[in-house]
């Protein structure tokens, strides 16, 4: 406080400097310390997984040649209410849950409990399909005609597409298919033809690789894939899929079906993301943030998809850094553990594969995984609609851009090919400011 001694007019300045501090004091806010405010609005739980329902009676099992079903917004809506949803759902989910914090070697495949004689079986189907692209080269380009045209669907690709359909009935005779052998056979076969991209399109995306699981999902309804087989097929038949899908797309420059480029988790893939992320889901020292350290990449990724997937990423864009390429990819490696990625992966699947008519007007049902009563058939015309020549009722709004297949886009893989052949490409390129 001033001093009050001396002069009458300091007496007075003192006075009215200890009134205006007071009235100050009074004005000012008490100074609290902050709490932290909960979130207002937490995650919601990873979903859980349904069931896996019984085989069928296959007396009861009226095959058929799976068709397309889902040809409108209510037909999705009947669909994602339907017990096929939740089969659906089951299966995916409980590959999933088969592998949590395994790596291939904990199902070595030379221990016929962990993979039973129809593994060896699937792994010999793939690997003669692969033999396929050897025989069926891509076209060269005219780069002078159209320098672009080159990172586009290489028309040989619907050779290699044709030759796999010749062959689908000597590969499936292999598999111990119940009488009628033909009939068993039919669904199936569709579902594995048509896990390998559009012939007509000459593309491939998450649709595509979710035929592959229903090609699985046939097998086990038809009583040849036990549950016990599960930990197997995710950590090494599938890992085959993918490798033989990643030969393809290099080979013949498979288009992104609906891609939405680097807002996208990836241009083609989103399985191996979940069933990576399980595989990583108690690890000890990799942590979702690992993805960014390249010796992690290099040691670990021949035992974990989630990472393989990161270390493919990488190699197929021209650009250094997640953040640049595949930036949701980059958010997510700031999650605090596996659990929320591998929670926030099973929410993407159900939103953004099954809750995406784009992708699911796609689907094939069957006799096997049936459609419910009331869904439409592959006949209806509507006004505004644009019905594709290679998929009767296959329909599109003329009026706005359709996320399936409505542009083209040319694929990564493509650009990073075709450098390489002009003598570029060798290594990734960082951003001037990264």
Same mark, same amino acid.
């Given at each position: 406080?001033?001093?009050?001694?001396?002069?009458?007019?300091?007496?007075?300045?003192?006075?009215?400097?200890?009134?205006?501090?007071?009235?100050?004091?009074?004005?000012?806010?008490?100074?609290?310390p902050?709490?932290?405010?909960?979130?207002?609005q937490?995650?919601?739980?990873?979903?859980?997984?349904?069931?896996?329902?019984?085989? $069928?009676?296959?007396?009861?099992?009226?095959?058929?040649? $799976?068709?397309?079903?889902?040809?409108?917004?209510?037909?999705?809506?009947?669909f994602?209410?339907?017990?096929?949803?939740?089969?659906?759902?089951? =299966?995916?989910?409980?590959?999933?849950?088969?592998?949590?914090?395994?790596t291939? /070697?904990?199902?070595?495949?030379?221990?016929?409990?962990?993979? $039973?004689?129809?593994?060896?079986?699937?792994?010999?189907? @793939?690997?003669?399909?692969?033999?396929?692209?050897?025989?069926?080269?891509?076209?060269?380009?005219?780069?002078?005609?159209?320098?672009?045209?080159?990172?586009?669907?290489?028309?040989?690709?619907?050779? =290699?597409?044709?030759?796999?359909?010749?062959?689908?009935?000597?590969?499936? /005779?292999?598999?111990?298919?119940?009488?009628?052998?033909?009939?068993?056979?039919? *669904?199936?076969?569709?579902?594995?033809?048509?896990? =390998?991209?559009?012939?007509?399109?000459?593309?491939?995306?998450?649709g595509?690789?979710?035929?592959?699981?229903?090609? &699985?999902?046939?097998?086990?309804?038809?009583?040849?894939?036990?549950?016990?087989?599960? $930990?197997?097929?995710?950590?090494?038949?599938?890992?085959?899929?993918?490798?033989?899908?990643?030969?393809?797309?290099?080979?013949?420059?498979? *288009?992104?079906?609906?891609?939405?480029?680097? %807002?996208g988790?990836?241009?083609?893939?989103?399985?191996?993301?979940?069933?990576?992320? /399980?595989?990583?889901?108690?690890?000890?020292?990799?942590?979702?943030?690992?993805?960014?350290?390249?010796?992690?990449?290099?040691?670990?990724?021949?035992?974990?998809?989630?990472?393989?997937?990161?270390?493919?990423?990488?190699?197929?864009?021209?650009v250094?850094? &997640?953040? %640049?390429?595949?930036?949701?990819?980059?958010?997510?490696?700031?999650?605090?553990? %596996?659990?929320?990625?591998?929670?926030?992966?099973?929410?993407?699947?159900?939103?953004?594969? &099954?809750?995406?008519?784009?992708?699911?007007?796609?689907?094939?049902?069957?006799?096997?995984?049936?459609?419910?009563e009331?869904?439409?058939?592959?006949?209806?015309?509507? *006004?505004?609609?644009l019905e594709?020549?290679?998929?009767?009722?296959? @329909?599109?709004?003329?009026?706005? %851009?359709?996320?399936?297949?409505g542009?083209?886009?040319?694929?990564?893989?493509?650009?990073?090919?075709?450098?390489?052949?002009?003598?570029?490409?060798?290594?990734?390129?960082?951003?001037? =400011?990264?």
């Amino acid at each position: 406080m001033p001093s009050v001694t001396g002069d009458p007019v300091s007496v007075v300045q003192a006075a009215r400097t200890v009134s205006k501090n007071s009235d100050l004091q009074q004005k000012l806010p008490r100074l609290v310390p902050r709490k932290k405010q909960p979130s207002a609005q937490d995650p919601p739980p990873a979903p859980e997984t349904p069931p896996l329902p019984p085989s $069928p009676d296959l007396s009861t099992v009226r095959f058929s040649e $799976p068709v397309r079903r889902i040809l409108s917004p209510r037909d999705h809506d009947l669909f994602l209410n339907s017990p096929t949803y939740n089969l659906v759902l089951s =299966f995916v989910f409980s590959l999933s849950d088969s592998v949590v914090d395994r790596t291939p /070697s904990s199902s070595p495949l030379d221990d016929p409990s962990a993979a $039973p004689p129809i593994i060896h079986i699937l792994l010999s189907v @793939l690997s003669s399909i692969a033999s396929l692209i050897e025989s069926n080269p891509p076209t060269s380009q005219d780069h002078s005609a159209s320098p672009t045209n080159s990172r586009f669907g290489n028309p040989a690709f619907r050779d =290699f597409y044709d030759a796999v359909c010749f062959s689908l009935p000597q590969y499936l /005779s292999l598999l111990p298919l119940p009488p009628p052998v033909t009939s068993s056979a039919l *669904e199936p076969s569709t579902y594995l033809l048509h896990s =390998f991209g559009s012939r007509a399109r000459i593309d491939y995306g998450s649709g595509h690789e979710l035929n592959f699981l229903l090609f &699985l999902l046939c097998l086990n309804r038809l009583s040849l894939l036990p549950v016990s087989a599960f $930990p197997s097929l995710t950590l090494h038949v599938f890992p085959r899929y993918i490798t033989l899908l990643r030969s393809i797309q290099s080979t013949y420059y498979l *288009e992104p079906a609906g891609s939405h480029g680097v %807002w996208g988790l990836d241009d083609y893939q989103f399985l191996p993301f979940l069933f990576g992320a /399980s595989q990583l889901l108690h690890h000890p020292y990799i942590r979702p943030l690992s993805i960014h350290n390249e010796l992690v990449l290099e040691e670990e990724a021949d035992k974990y998809l989630y990472l393989d997937m990161v270390r493919y990423t990488m190699s197929t864009k021209s650009v250094k850094g &997640l953040k %640049w390429t595949q930036p949701m990819l980059d958010d997510i490696s700031g999650a605090k553990n %596996w659990e929320k990625v591998e929670g926030g992966m099973r929410r993407m699947f159900m939103k953004e594969v &099954l809750g995406k008519l784009p992708v699911m007007q796609h689907f094939l049902f069957g006799g096997l995984i049936p459609a419910v009563e009331g869904m439409g058939r592959e006949s209806t015309e509507g *006004e505004g609609m644009l019905e594709m020549k290679e998929a009767p009722g296959h @329909l599109h709004n003329d009026n706005q %851009w359709g996320e399936c297949c409505g542009i083209k886009v040319p694929s990564t893989i493509a650009a990073a090919q075709e450098a390489k052949k002009q003598g570029g490409g060798e290594g990734l390129r960082r951003i001037p =400011f990264d």
